[in-house]
């Protein structure tokens, strides 16, 4: 099986600042990457799929690259709408879909 | 555009059946994979499994002794179901389309649309 981890676990940042996480996969899922972003209560939305394509509608400040087992998801100018929990997924040809453990991020 | 809907119990108790279904409105569901993730009170999102339109189906190897999913083209609803049941059963559930698309050198996937989600919770 396939582990993803994630990090931070957490972050807090200001706002304008530039928000990095990482994720990485126990083996190489070439560029099979989908990130999310989930608000509290509500249900995860699809930002970014196949490691590095914005999702229609998604605002340009969201960026992801990566490829193989390292991956980074970028927020570029934290916005006070960006308060979410971020989660990686991966999956393969199967399709088998694993998601990240998530990265909690907060306005200091 | 296309939505979706989680219904079924709020209460299950434990060693029984939990049973979901989740109606898809504003779009078909033929040619599309449909999805079932949960999540746990303050914890992380678990894919649960998904089915095609035509019936085919994948499970998380975790859960696949307990798990069914089908799927009624006709009502345009597909349905989990996971049996015996205990108080660690006890999330959210969440259903979502699995959107295929051919990237060039092969196929990717990704959880485009989302069901707002049911919370299911396991005790006598």
């Known amino acids: 099986d396939i582990q993803m981890t994630q990090s931070p676990s957490s972050l807090s940042a200001s706002v304008g600042d530039r928000v990095t996480i990482t994720c990485q996969a126990s083996?190489?899922?070439?560029?099979?990457l989908n990130w999310y972003q989930q608000k509290p209560g509500k249900a995860p939305k699809l930002l970014i799929y196949d490691a590095s394509n914005l999702e229609t509608g998604v605002p340009s400040r969201f960026s992801g690259s990566g490829s193989g087992t390292d991956f980074t998801f970028t927020i570029s100018s934290l916005q006070p709408e960006d308060i979410a929990t971020y989660y990686c997924?991966?999956?393969?040809?199967?399709?088998?879909?694993?998601f990240g453990p998530g990265t909690k991020v907060d306005i200091k | 555009q296309v939505q979706l809907q989680e219904s079924g119990p709020g209460l299950v108790k434990p060693s029984e059946t939990l049973s979901l279904t989740c109606t898809v409105s504003g779009g078909s569901i033929s040619s599309y994979y449909w999805s079932w993730i949960r999540q746990p009170p303050g914890k992380g999102l678990e894919w649960i499994g998904y089915?095609?339109?035509?019936?085919?189906?994948n499970y998380n190897p975790s859960l696949k002794s307990r798990v069914t999913i089908s799927v009624d083209t006709s009502k345009n609803q597909f349905s989990l179901k996971l049996s015996s049941v205990t108080a660690a059963d006890t999330a959210v559930y969440y259903c979502a389309r699995v959107f295929n698309f051919w990237s060039g050198y092969s196929s990717g996937y990704y959880m485009d649309v989302w069901g707002k989600g049911t919370t299911v919770t396991v005790s006598s």
């Open positions: 997924q991966q999956y393969d040809n199967l399709p088998i879909f694993t």
């Open positions: 083996q190489d899922i070439s560029n099979y």
């Open positions: 089915i095609y339109y035509s019936g085919s189906t």
